[in-house]
């Protein structure tokens, strides 16, 4: 059974890795889960302020992973079709074969937002794709960032624990 909820909790951690990337998996929550269900087995001790405090962790890095992007939009001079833009671009990037696609395809998709908002003002449609672009980044980067840093707690965790877990 450890064996199984030690599985389960690193293929969590590396869905969470993913979904730093991706917006329709939820990175940082994810890689919570499988932290939690390394707490589960019977040879790791529950440790209810690493699970406490990592959890106030990434309901803090979820709330961002919305404010974050919205507000390098707006201070751009952007709107909600830019940040709408970013996500779709990102999914098509994604799909598509295009190198680079992950990163092309945020800004392609929020200058496409911004100019179907207002296809008059093409400096400000760029100016604000930018700035939902730049938003993306910094967000994905504090979500990867935060994931990477579960993983290395569980990988320490389980290290410490491997003569009872193996």
């Known amino acids: 059974m450890d064996i199984l909820l030690l599985t389960l909790g690193f293929v969590c951690i590396m869905v969470g ?4 990337f991706l917006p329709v ?3 940082p929550s994810m ?5 939690a269900l390394l707490y589960f087995t019977n040879a790791v001790p ?3 302020w690493i699970l406490g405090i990592t959890l106030v962790i990434t309901v803090i890095v979820s709330v961002l992973d919305y404010v974050i992007p919205a507000k390098g939009t707006k201070k ?3 709107s909600s079709y830019g940040i709408w833009g970013t996500n779709i671009g990102l999914v098509v990037g994604i799909i598509t074969p295009i190198p680079f696609g992950f990163l092309i395809g945020p800004f392609v998709g929020a200058l496409i937002g911004e100019l179907i908002f207002d296809y008059k003002d093409h400096n400000r449609a760029l100016k604000a794709a930018a700035g939902s672009f730049v938003g993306f980044l910094a967000s994905t980067f504090m979500k990867f960032l935060i994931c990477v840093l579960f993983l290395g707690l569980y990988s320490s965790i389980v290290w410490h624990y491997k003569s009872e877990l193996f």
Do not use: C
């Open 76 to 78: 751009f001079g952007g």
């Open 25 to 27: 998996l939820p990175g």
């Open 31 to 35: 890689s919570w889960i499988g932290l």
């Open 17 to 20: 890795l993913l979904g730093s």
């Open 46 to 48: 529950a440790n209810y």
